[in-house]
């Protein structure tokens, strides 16, 4: 049976998301902010946004494996797109590298309805808020660590193997 903890986290987790990004937004002076994670197989996944079309140029992002996000996880630096007339109403994209636990994860991206020149000044104030948004990640996952923990010491204390049947 699931655990029903679990449920309630994600749920939760999904909430402090949600406004992470959006004050992520406010404070950048962005008209929105979304993020992109890699998965378990090293693919970037989209995974929120502030708002509908957000989503949408981080879901075209993901079919089509180029873009900013893209482009700054190959390069490890901030991307800054300046004008995007194809992506309207997107027009301009700062995609900025998230890194937790010393490894890069993703990245977030900040995006306005009118073509922008990023300052650098504006560039290093919003990596500043992706650093942030690191940390807020390595929060949530500790409550995950703990829990499987917990799981493990109670699937331990019933005399079953905790990793599997292969082990020597």
């Known amino acids: 049976m699931p655990d029903e903890g679990w449920a309630v986290d994600l749920a939760e987790a999904a909430g402090r998301l949600s406004r992470t990004?959006?004050?992520a937004a406010v404070i950048s002076g962005a008209d929105g902010?979304?993020?992109m994670l890699l998965d378990q197989h090293a693919d970037l996944r989209a995974?929120?946004?502030t708002?509908?079309?957000g989503m949408e140029l981080e879901v075209i992002q993901q079919s089509s494996r180029s873009g900013p996000a893209f482009d700054c996880l190959t390069t490890g630096?901030?991307?800054a797109?300046?004008?995007m007339p194809e992506r309207a109403p997107v027009r301009a994209v700062l995609s900025l590298p998230v890194s937790a636990y010393g490894r890069m994860v993703g990245a977030l991206n900040l995006y306005r309805h009118a073509p922008t020149r990023w300052r650098p000044d504006h560039i290093a104030a919003a990596q500043r808020l992706a650093d942030v948004l690191a940390v807020f990640l390595e929060m949530l996952?500790?409550?995950t660590n703990r829990a499987v923990?917990?799981?493990a010491a109670r699937t331990a204390g019933r005399g079953e193997s905790v990793t599997g049947p292969d082990a020597g």
């Open 21 to 23: 990004l959006e004050n």
């Open 33 to 35: 902010a979304a993020l």
């Open 47 to 49: 995974v929120g946004a």
């Open 51 to 53: 708002t509908g079309e």
């Open 77 to 79: 630096a901030p991307v």
């Open 81 to 83: 797109v300046e004008n």
């Open 141 to 143: 996952a500790r409550p």
């Open 149 to 151: 923990g917990r799981t």
